[in-house]
């Protein structure tokens, strides 16, 4: 269950990174009437990072994040199984 939570949350992640990226450059190469004036680029400053985190939180739910995996790593070395 905690990995397909993970799972589900990474892929929302990596949505709202995408989407939001290629939405705001769309409207950046002008390709739009973007009528709503600093709404479009306030919400791309806030989805894209809170996309990241979520991406990031949901491989450390999975057991794939870069300090789970350091940490395996380390514990590994200790009990002599890596060099």
Same mark, same amino acid.
Do not use: C, E
């Given at each position: 269950?905690l990995?397909? +939570?993970?799972?589900?949350?990474?892929?929302?992640?990596?949505? *709202?990174?995408?989407?939001?990226?290629?939405?705001?450059? #769309?409207?950046?190469?002008?390709?739009?009437? #973007?009528?709503?004036?600093a709404?479009?680029?306030?919400l791309?400053? *806030? +989805?894209?990072?809170?996309?990241?985190?979520?991406?990031?939180?949901?491989?450390?739910?999975?057991?794939?994040?870069?300090?789970?995996?350091?940490l395996?790593?380390? +514990?590994?070395?200790k009990?002599?199984?890596?060099?």
């Amino acid at each position: 269950m905690l990995r397909f +939570a993970g799972w589900l949350l990474s892929s929302v992640g990596w949505l *709202l990174v995408w989407v939001f990226g290629l939405v705001g450059l #769309y409207v950046l190469l002008g390709s739009t009437h #973007y009528t709503n004036g600093a709404v479009g680029p306030i919400l791309n400053i *806030l +989805a894209i990072p809170v996309g990241v985190g979520l991406i990031f939180l949901g491989r450390a739910m999975r057991g794939r994040g870069m300090l789970w995996l350091a940490l395996r790593r380390r +514990a590994r070395r200790k009990q002599g199984l890596d060099w």
